[in-house]
Nanobody, 120 residues
Framework: QVQLVESGGGLVQAGGSLRLSCTYSGSRFDISRMGWYRQAPGKERELVAVVTSGSSANYADSVRGRFTISRDNAENVYLQMNSLKPEDTAVYYC???????????????WGQGTLVTVSS
């Protein structure tokens, strides 16, 4: 059993900041990559930022320069969001790509999501 638990969402005014946290727990798989996705009302889920096990990070163009993804160990990932805009309003989901040695394949794991609302 694998679980991702997010925290840190909430309501903030435009220009403000929030920090999202995600903790991985459960079966000891090899974590290849962790990241954040978001889904706004009426829109498809989209990539926000990902970080590999080697700490290489990639960002969506819409958040580059404002958001920073980081990992403090293999099981925790954070998203520092600065200069927030109303269009950043969405449910943010933590995601992990893990490798199961017993199943010999990669598995994708999702958190339950945390709501971020940016008021204008």
């Amino acid at each position: 059993q694998v679980q991702l638990v997010e925290s840190g969402g909430g309501l903030v005014q435009a220009g403000g900041s929030l920090r999202l946290s995600c903790t991985y727990s459960g079966s000891r798989f090899d974590i290849s990559r962790m990241g954040w996705y978001r889904q706004a009302p009426g829109k498809e889920r989209e990539l926000v930022a990902v970080v590999t096990s080697g700490s290489s990070a990639n960002y969506a163009d819409s958040v580059r320069g404002r958001f920073t993804i980081s990992r403090d160990n293999a099981e925790n990932v954070y998203l520092q969001m600065n200069s927030l805009k109303p269009e950043d309003t969405a449910v943010y989901y933590c995601n992990a790509l893990v490798y199961s040695r017993s199943l010999k394949r990669y598995l994708e794991v999702w958190g339950q999501g945390t709501l971020v609302t940016v008021s204008s």
